[in-house]
């Protein structure tokens, strides 16, 4: 079984800073990639930020610039550092994370989610 479990999101005013941050565990293989998703009331969830096992990182052009997306390999962790935050940054971001587990029956690959973290930028 896996679990990722995210931590760090809060209330900030404009202009101002955010980590977030998110730990992946259970019996995971390997992990391929892990990143961040937003959803805002009464929008589509939307990728933020994405960082792959081999480096590859894509950010959404409305971050870019802004939010840094790192991870902890030996860790399986993945944070997200965010910068003159604004307030359509609003929203709950979700942790998501490609994994290989494993357990008796063999390898599994497929993608999880977390509870997901507020975030709210305003005044």
């Known amino acids: 079984q896996v679990h990722l479990v995210e931590s760090g999101g809060g209330l900030v005013q404009p202009g101002g800073s955010l980590r977030i941050s998110c730990v992946a565990s259970?019996?995971?293989?390997?992990?391929?990639?892990m990143g961040w998703y937003r959803q805002a009331p009464g929008k589509q969830r939307e990728l933020v930020a994405y960082i792959m096992t081999g480096g590859n990182i894509n950010y959404a052009d409305s971050v870019k610039g802004r939010f840094t997306i790192s991870r902890d390999n030996a860790e399986n962790t993945v944070s997200l550092q965010m910068n003159t935050l604004k307030p359509e940054d609003t929203a709950v971001y979700y942790c998501?994370?490609?994994?290989?587990?494993?357990?008796?029956?063999?390898?599994?690959?497929?993608?999880?989610w977390g509870q997901g973290t507020q975030v709210t930028v305003s005044s």
């Open positions: 998501q994370a490609s994994l290989t587990t494993y357990d008796s029956g063999g390898y599994l690959h497929a993608g999880y």
């Open positions: 259970g019996s995971i293989f390997r992990v391929n990639g």
